[in-house]
């Protein structure tokens, strides 16, 4: 079971810059987990956040899918559960070092690296660019 979308809830929710009250807390919890910076304090945080959100696997077939698990009875309920799980999976298969903060200095939104060497730096191409351009244009202003 690949829980690496449950993991970009976890993404998406440290991003939202006004989440429902009821997911504020947990969007800094999550936030603190991306801003952890070493692998012993990201693990700390997530089995915490594990004990705090447990998750209840429920076995369901819906939309023609066929059987399948979802991490809650209702995800859309009690999306906790699948992002901290899914950030833990995704810790535990591919390290801590796959959770990132975009480099651009005016953005600074998390994101989960999947690139195959391990080199993302920015949350989009857009940000990617602005930076790159910035750059490019700050060396030829101090040439």
């Given at each position: 079971?690949?829980?690496?979308?449950?993991?970009?809830?976890?993404?998406r929710l440290v991003?939202d810059?006004?989440?429902?009250?009821?997911?504020r807390?947990?969007?800094?919890?999550l936030?603190?987990?991306?801003?952890?910076?070493?692998?012993?304090?990201?693990?700390?945080?997530?089995?915490?956040?594990?004990?705090?959100?447990?998750v209840?696997?429920?076995?369901?077939a819906?939309?023609?899918?066929?059987?399948?698990?979802?991490?809650a009875?209702?995800?859309?309920?009690?999306?906790a559960?699948?992002?901290?799980?899914g950030?833990?999976?995704?810790?535990?298969?591919?390290?801590?070092?796959?959770?990132g903060?975009?480099?651009d200095?005016?953005?600074?939104?998390?994101?989960?690296?999947?690139?195959?060497?391990?080199?993302?730096?920015?949350?989009?191409?857009?940000?990617?660019?602005?930076?790159?351009?910035a750059?490019?244009?700050?060396?030829?202003?101090?040439q």
């Amino acid at each position: 079971m690949d829980l690496t979308s449950y993991a970009e809830w976890a993404v998406r929710l440290v991003n939202d810059p006004d989440p429902s009250p009821a997911l504020r807390e947990l969007r800094d919890q999550l936030a603190a987990v991306f801003d952890a910076g070493d692998e012993a304090t990201v693990a700390a945080l997530l089995n915490v956040l594990l004990v705090l959100h447990p998750v209840r696997p429920q076995l369901t077939a819906h939309d023609g899918r066929g059987w399948h698990l979802h991490l809650a009875e209702d995800p859309t309920q009690n999306p906790a559960a699948g992002a901290v799980m899914g950030l833990a999976a995704v810790v535990a298969e591919h390290g801590a070092e796959r959770l990132g903060r975009c480099h651009d200095p005016r953005c600074g939104r998390a994101f989960l690296d999947t690139s195959s060497n391990r080199s993302r730096r920015y949350c989009s191409s857009r940000c990617a660019s602005r930076a790159n351009v910035a750059a490019h244009r700050a060396r030829r202003r101090g040439q």
